[in-house]
């Protein structure tokens, strides 16, 4: 099985930037496309962001040209830059494999509230 484990969420004002990082335990990272979620209150869960294992990536339109996918295989570990933050861009933030999605497997996630 494969633990994921997000952080680096926190407050930041409008307009800010955060990093979140995606930390996996396991040896199925590399070779599994990633992908980071977001859940805000009385909402669905939605895709943000995804990274093949060949680098290529996809995002929701909502956030195109302000957040960016990036993966380190040799950390095991998937980054989400987050800029030019909007309040609704406020949710817990989830990182997950297709499979994980798929299957309901979901880790703690991490918090990003955007607010004045």
């Known amino acids: 099985q494969v633990q994921l484990v997000e952080s680096g969420g926190g407050l930041v004002q409008p307009g800010g930037s955060l990093r979140l990082s995606c930390a996996a335990s396991g040896t199925i990272f590399s070779i599994n496309a990633m992908f980071w979620y977001r859940q805000a209150p009385g909402k669905q869960r939605e895709l943000v962001a995804g990274i093949t294992m060949g680098g290529g990536t996809n995002y929701a339109e909502s956030v195109k040209g302000r957040f960016t996918i990036s993966r380190d295989s040799a950390k095991n570990t998937v980054y989400l830059q987050m800029n030019s933050l909007k309040p609704e861009d406020t949710a817990v933030y989830y990182c997950?494999?297709?499979?994980?999605?798929?299957?309901?497997?979901w880790g703690q996630g991490t918090q990003v509230t955007v607010s004045s």
């Open positions: 997950n494999t297709a499979y994980g999605a798929t299957n309901d497997r």
